[in-house]
Every structure is written in C-alpha cells, then in structure tokens.
C-alpha cells in the first residue's frame, strides 16, 4: 500500500518570497510521486512528476521537487512565489495505477 | 485540444432526490476514472474505467452510487438516493492508459450540495 502526508495544511508567504511544501510518502516499492495544484473551481493540473529518473524534478511555473529516498521526502519548492501561486497543493503517490492523494496543503501569498 | 468536460458544474439538491453527472474524456482516452473529493481533502478513486468495463469499482458505495461507459467513451455517475454526506466535489479524470507514464487529466468537477 501506498500514502503520502502533507506535513502543513497551510502555508503563507509573502510575494517574491520562497515556497517549501513538505511531503512525505510510504510505498512497499518504487513509487511515483506527483505534484498537483488546483485553483479555486479549476481542475486539478499536473506540475512535476517523478517516476525513478533524475531525483531532481523541474515542473511547470518555476516549481521544482527532489526525491529524497533515505528521508522518504518529496517536497515541493519555488525560489520565488508570485500571486497567481495561490491555491491548493496536493502531493500524490501512484501505485499501479492508483493514486493516492495528500489531505492538500493550502497556499495564500501575500502582497 | 479540449480537456475533460463535465456537466452540471453545480448541482443543488434535497436529500432522498436522485442526481446524476456526465464526464467526456479526452479524445482517445480509454482510461477513465472518478474520483470523490471531500472539502478539505484530496481526491479518493470512486471507479475506474478500461473502455466500457469497469475493472476496479470497489470504493464505490454500490447501494446507492452507480455508474456507466456504454460506448467507451462519455460516462455517467450516479446517487439514488443522495444523503447529506454526499455533499462534495466529484471529479472525472482520464488517461491514455495505465502506463507509468501516462497522465491523468482531470475535469473541473462537479460541485453537489444536498440539503
């Protein structure tokens, strides 16, 4: 079975300032691990994904993640945030085919 | 290329009434999937779709959740009748197929209030 747990339900920055959010998962094998976002009344779109190449993962938007195994991580950051980053943030573990949601961590920047 | 549509955007209901949402899928899709999102929590796989059949539908509530693909294509989902507790965000998704590779893409969801 696989899991993820999104370490903060919540983070607040300041524009221009750097994002970290924290994931953790537990996989029995070699996961895939993704991260979504999802702004108010849009669907859930695709910004980064690992599937066991380049532990490092450079997404869409200027978003990156690095695959760390010993700490059984994947966190997603963003030198600098800019408003239209506001929204809600899911990491995402993939077993077979299955995929296996964080609870979301929600971002507000502030200007 | 047009993504995921979904229909009704917003669904307002009384409890006991029956509701239905529609899904088209990305042309060629043949994987399609939906998905239940509570608020404040992250998507969980109701059923899953190869073609017409549904191989994996066993986090579907089948007493009163059920749902179609007739021709592979376009699929509907539905409650008969809805509770309270159905009050949540339903999301299709649709993939190429299962490869690791794949992506799923995701509509915008219908939003189902029961009152």
């Known amino acids: 079975a696989q899991s993820v747990t999104q370490l903060d339900s919540h983070v607040s920055v300041s524009e221009g300032t750097p994002v970290l959010l924290r994931c953790n998962y537990s996989s029995s094998y070699s996961p895939s691990l993704f991260w979504y976002v999802q702004h108010p009344n849009k669907g859930l779109q695709l910004l980064l994904k690992y599937t066991s190449a380049a532990t490092l993962v450079k997404g869409i938007n200027g978003f990156e993640a690095e695959f760390k195994k010993s700490e059984t991580s994947f966190h997603l950051t963003k030198p600098s945030a800019h408003m239209s980053d506001a929204a809600e943030y899911f990491c995402?573990?993939?077993?077979?085919?299955?995929?296996?949601f964080g609870a979301g961590t929600t971002v507000t920047v502030r200007a | 290329e047009a993504g995921v549509v979904q229909s009704p955007r917003y669904k307002i209901i009384e409890k006991k009434q029956p509701v239905a949402f529609w899904c088209n899928p990305i042309?060629?899709?043949?994987?399609l999937y939906w998905y239940l999102q509570n608020l404040g929590q992250g998507p969980e796989l109701l059923i899953r779709y190869e073609n017409e059949e549904a191989v994996d539908d066993s986090q579907l509530p089948k007493d009163r959740f059920s749902a179609e693909r007739l021709k592979g294509v376009d699929s509907t989902l539905k409650i008969q009748p809805a509770e309270l507790g159905d009050s949540a965000v339903y999301l299709c998704a649709s993939s190429l197929g299962l490869g690791r590779d794949n992506e799923q893409f995701f509509g915008p969801g219908t939003r189902l209030t029961v009152l």
């Open positions: 042309s060629g899709h043949n994987t």
């Open positions: 995402v573990v993939r077993g077979d085919y299955k995929l296996s």
